[in-house]
């Protein structure tokens, strides 16, 4: 059979907007509502959703027949946890909190086999190859796949420029709720000083030849930083959604206890 397909990725290489929703359900039943929504495509969270290797494999197999690219982030950039994912079929990763071109480098060795990486061979035992289905799987697999890296602290955008031009890193993520309170501002990613460290990451990644997203499901937001040049934005998170729905759908037999609003911090 031939190497699946990736088509957040040959999305990425068109310079087409990507409209995203994040998944914290942590499960393959709700993943799977979300991907039949019609986002371009979904974060699967590893990181802050209570996801382990088997629930994300769940996902990943009930998302599969739908146009909704999934997207995993890892909790950590641990090389082994990274060789698990990627067994599994995660062709699209996000690796949180990286501060250092170095740190970046680590990342793409973890995505390739040797030569020209540290990933292990599984061959039959694993889902990536369809079991030993894809021909040529160890040669090609490195087409396939898309490593994104979060830049979200001050570390990370004083060295933005470093990090972008890591070869084999495809695209850059902003998250403006850890980089604001990094910056001091916590919970206020709008506050001016954290605007114009989201810019200047923006810039740079750009300048670098490099994709660049961010989370932000305040519609204001999301525009602004499309504006700027983001190509793939995450414009809603599942979990804030199904909260702000049921409380707009109670206050209109009781008295709101608080002011409804979606979330602008994760």
């Not at 040959?10 to 310079?15: D, E, N, W």
């Not at 802050?48 to 290797?53: E, G, I």
């Not at 990933?119 to 040529?136: E, F, M, S």
């Not at 793939?232 to 206050?251: H, P, T, W, Y």
Request: hydrophobic letters at 45%; glycine letters at 8%; a negative charge.
């Amino acid at each position: 059979m031939k190497m699946p397909h990736n088509a957040f990725k040959a999305a990425l290489a068109k310079r087409e907007p990507q409209y995203g929703i994040w998944a914290g359900f942590a499960t393959g039943y709700a993943s799977e509502i979300v991907a039949g929504l019609g986002y371009d495509w979904m974060l699967i969270d590893g990181e802050h959703a209570p996801n382990t290797v088997p629930s994300i494999l769940s996902q990943l197999q009930a998302v599969m027949p739908y146009s909704t690219a999934p997207v995993v982030r890892a909790v950590t950039g641990d090389t082994v946890l990274i060789k698990q994912l990627l067994d599994i079929g995660v062709q699209t990763l996000m690796v949180p909190m990286v501060e250092t071109a170095e740190q970046a480098r680590v990342l793409v060795q973890a995505m390739r086999y040797p030569p020209h990486g540290v990933r292990g061979v599984g061959g039959g035992l694993t889902r990536a190859t369809r079991w030993d289905a894809v021909p040529d799987y160890l040669n090609t697999a490195h087409e396939a796949l898309c490593l994104i890296v979060q830049v979200e602290s001050r570390l990370g955008v004083e060295n933005v420029e470093a990090i972008a031009a890591v070869e084999g890193v495809d695209a850059v993520f902003i998250g403006p709720a850890d980089l604001s309170t990094g910056l001091g501002h916590i919970g206020n990613p709008s506050h001016p000083e954290v605007q114009k460290q989201i810019r200047h990451a923006v810039d740079a990644t750009l300048a670098a030849g490099k994709v660049c997203g961010i989370l932000a499901p305040a519609e204001e937001d999301a525009r602004r930083y499309m504006s700027w040049g983001c190509q793939f934005v995450a414009v809603g998170i599942d979990i804030s959604l199904l909260r702000q729905a049921a409380k707009e759908n109670l206050a209109r037999y009781r008295e709101p206890q608080e002011t409804v609003t979606a979330s602008r911090t994760y």
